[in-house]
C-alpha cells in the first residue's frame, strides 16, 4: 500500500528498466495482469496498481481523479515518465492521464480501451438486451454473471467456448468491482474537460491500439478511431478468439505486443 493524493493504494512494483505502469479494466483488478507482469519485468520496471475503490485500494468520501491519482503514484515511487498500458476503462484512465500530463507519458498500449465521453452505440445497448436483460441493480452476483457474459465471453462466443477457470476468475473480480461501482456513484469523480473522445488528436506520444476480435463492435471501432486520429499510432491486428479482457485471454500474444511496441517505441 502506498499514500497517494490522501488515500491508500493497493500495487505491486516488479523488475528493472524503464517503467510500465498497467491500468485494469473496470470489471476486473490488478489481478488481472498476472501474466503480463512477470513477461514485462524482464525488461521494465512494471507497475500495477489497484484504482481507488477497486482491489485493496481504499475509497475515501472526497471528490477525486483517476487519471490524478495515477500521476500522483508515479510522484509518490519517484517514476518521472512511465509507459501506460490500460485495459478498457483503464485504457480511459491511461488516456486521460495522457492528455492532462503528457509529460508523464512516454507511451501508450491501449487493449479493448474505452474513451472518456464515448456514447454507446444503440447496436451494443441491443446486445445488452438480448444477451442479458433486466438485472436488479443491487445483486452484485447476478449483475457480475450479467457482465461477465458481456464482456468477457462476448456478442458471438458461448459460455462453453471461454475457459470455465478464465470465468470463474472474471467473476470473482467483477463481483468485487461492482461494489466498487456501487461506492463510487457517491463520489465526485472528476473526468478532463473537454472528454477524450474529441481530443484524441492530442496525444503526440507513441500509440498502441487493438481489441479482441470476440469482443463488442464498439470497442474495435473506438481501436480505430485512436489509431486514426493519434498522430503517432498504430493499429495492431484484433485479437483472435479473445473478448473483452484480452491479457487474460491471450497472454503469449499480448506480451508479445507489448514488449515489441515498448523495444519500437524507444522506452
Request: proline share 7%; with cysteine.
Amino acid at each position: 500500500m502506498i499514500e497517494v493524493n490522501g488515500t491508500r493504494l493497493g500495487y505491486d512494483d516488479t523488475g528493472k528498466g524503464s517503467p510500465v505502469l498497467l491500468l485494469h479494466a473496470g470489471i476486473a483488478d490488478r489481478r488481472m495482469w498476472r501474466e503480463q507482469v512477470p513477461a514485462l519485468a524482464t525488461r521494465h520496471r512494471v507497475i500495477a496498481p489497484d484504482l481507488r475503490g477497486y482491489g485493496e485500494s481504499e475509497l475515501p468520501p472526497t471528490p477525486f481523479a483517476h487519471h490524478t491519482d495515477v500521476v500522483g503514484l508515479l510522484d509518490a515511487l519517484g517514476v518521472e515518465r512511465a509507459a501506460l498500458v490500460g485495459c478498457s476503462f483503464g485504457g480511459a484512465v491511461a488516456i486521460d492521464t495522457a492528455l492532462t500530463h503528457p509529460d508523464r507519458v512516454s507511451a501508450l498500449a491501449l487493449l479493448g480501451t474505452a474513451v472518456t465521453g464515448h456514447e454507446w452505440s444503440d447496436d451494443t445497448n441491443d446486445l445488452w438486451d438480448s444477451l442479458v436483460g433486466e438485472i436488479e441493480p443491487d445483486d452484485d452476483a447476478a449483475g457480475a454473471a450479467a457482465e461477465v457474459r458481456f464482456w468477457v465471453v462476448g456478442p458471438h462466443r458461448r459460455p462453453e467456448d471461454v475457459d470455465p477457470a478464465l470465468l470463474r476468475f472474471a467473476h470473482e473480480m467483477d463481483e468485487r468491482a461492482l461494489a466498487t461501482e456501487h461506492a463510487l456513484s457517491a463520489v465526485d469523480v472528476a473526468v478532463p474537460e473537454p472528454p477524450a473522445i474529441g481530443r484524441l488528436h492530442e496525444l503526440r506520444m507513441p500509440v498502441l491500439a487493438t481489441a479482441g476480435a470476440a469482443d463488442l463492435p464498439d470497442i474495435g471501432r473506438l481501436a480505430d478511431l485512436v489509431a486514426a486520429t493519434a498522430p503517432d499510432a498504430t493499429r495492431l491486428a484484433d485479437v483472435p478468439d479473445a473478448a473483452h479482457l484480452l491479457p487474460l485471454e491471450r497472454p503469449a500474444a499480448v506480451n508479445a505486443a507489448l514488449l515489441d511496441f515498448l523495444a519500437e517505441a524507444g522506452r
